[in-house]
């Protein structure tokens, strides 16, 4: 798996921790977003960190934007971080134990198809 699986997934996990389910499922999903709230902070870190090294404030807005001559070796350091492999520890649910109430789109079901044994 790597960090850009975990990244794409976080707002469906959200959306799946705000549903009611059968307590297996919701003990297993809890699990995992602990486990991957950990990885996005780490992420947020470092990302805020080639912020600060590349980029600059602007006085006006406060936002940080990437200097012109350091926007390659952002962009680089920023795609080795998304791709990089990552190691958790997925605990895997059944799409039969779920309820038949629970409404994902394809995008959403796609960003957490590791989640699933079925898939």
């Known amino acids: ?3 850009y ?5 976080k707002g469906t996990l959200e959306k799946l ?4 389910l059968p307590l297996p499922a919701a003990i297993k999903l809890s699990k995992n977003v602990v486990e991957v709230n950990e990885v996005f902070k780490m992420f ?6 080639l912020f600060v090294a590349y ?7 406060g936002n940080t934007n990437i200097k012109e001559e350091n926007m ?18 997925v605990k895997t649910l059944d799409v039969e134990s779920l309820s038949n109430d629970i409404k994902l789109s394809a995008n959403e079901l796609s960003s957490v ?3 699933f044994k079925d898939m």
């Open 17 to 20: 921790s705000a549903m009611d």
């Open 5 to 9: 699986d975990i990244i794409n997934a």
């Open 55 to 61: 980029g600059e404030a602007d006085e006006d807005t």
């Open 72 to 89: 390659d070796t952002f962009q680089k350091e920023l795609n080795e971080m998304l791709f990089s492999d990552i190691d958790i520890d």
């Open 44 to 49: 947020e870190e470092k990302r805020q960190a």
């Open 1 to 3: 798996m790597k960090t």
């Open 113 to 115: 198809s590791w989640l």
